[in-house]
């Protein structure tokens, strides 16, 4: 199993935002993270990522226990997210913010600090080719490389953020809402590059709102409520069930 998630729970002062939750990420299949809002899922997600501790429970990657390490350590073992908001730097061009993603690949900064110089020019080279690649596999021009990022649409922002996740090579990418706040035009853009990830056999976990992608794009998902799983089952299923769809829409 590629991500093991086991009695995860996390509270913020009274409020228990997660609640023993356990799920599994197998192996080049997309599950979703679905619920509404304040569900937990990006909680989940942070826990995941290493950017929030969990309280309780244990998360393994790959059998390996990844609990206690750090986000830098998990991008290094092959985890990467996408943020809701995109993050990107506005004052750095479209490559060199991909660059960031391929300069946080595992080893880089000491490959810097030991190697000659004229290999860190080489490898600087390097650096810049991949990010062109990632930039390229997400359809954005080579016209842009060089444009500032703040200058942008919110769409193109969105597919730069998943070249720079795809730039540290991660095994595993988790996405948090990757088609909010997307125009038509745009949703079909990223459509197409995670159709493209999936058939490449990329394993993703998604939180989304959008059901019809999840059952779409997704082989299963988890559901999530006021920080319980309620159900692991197919998109189409998990809409079927009326009690869920009471607890989707009714909240
Ligand atoms: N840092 C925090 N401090 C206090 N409460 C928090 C914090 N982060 C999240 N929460 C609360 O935890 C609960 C779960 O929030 P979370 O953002 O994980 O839900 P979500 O399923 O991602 O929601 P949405 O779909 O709206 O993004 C919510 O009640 C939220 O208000």
Redesign the pocket.
Known sequence: MLLEVENVS?S??G?Q??KNATFEVPEAQVTG?V????????????MISGT?RADAGAIRYRDMEITGLTPQARIGRGIARSF?DVRLLPRLTVLENVVVGVQGQPGERLRNVFTRPRHAVRSEKENLRRAAECLDYVGMPVSVHHELAGGLSYGEQKLVSIARLLATGADLLLL??PTSGLDEGSLDEFRTVLRRLIAEGRTVLL?E?NMLLVRELCDRAVF?S??EVLAIDTPGRLMENEELRNVYFGA
């Open positions: 996390k913020f002062g409020l935002a997660v993270l619920g509404p809002n304040g569900a937990g899922k990006t909680t989940l997600f942070n929030i809701q948090d809402e939180v709102h999530l006021t920080g």
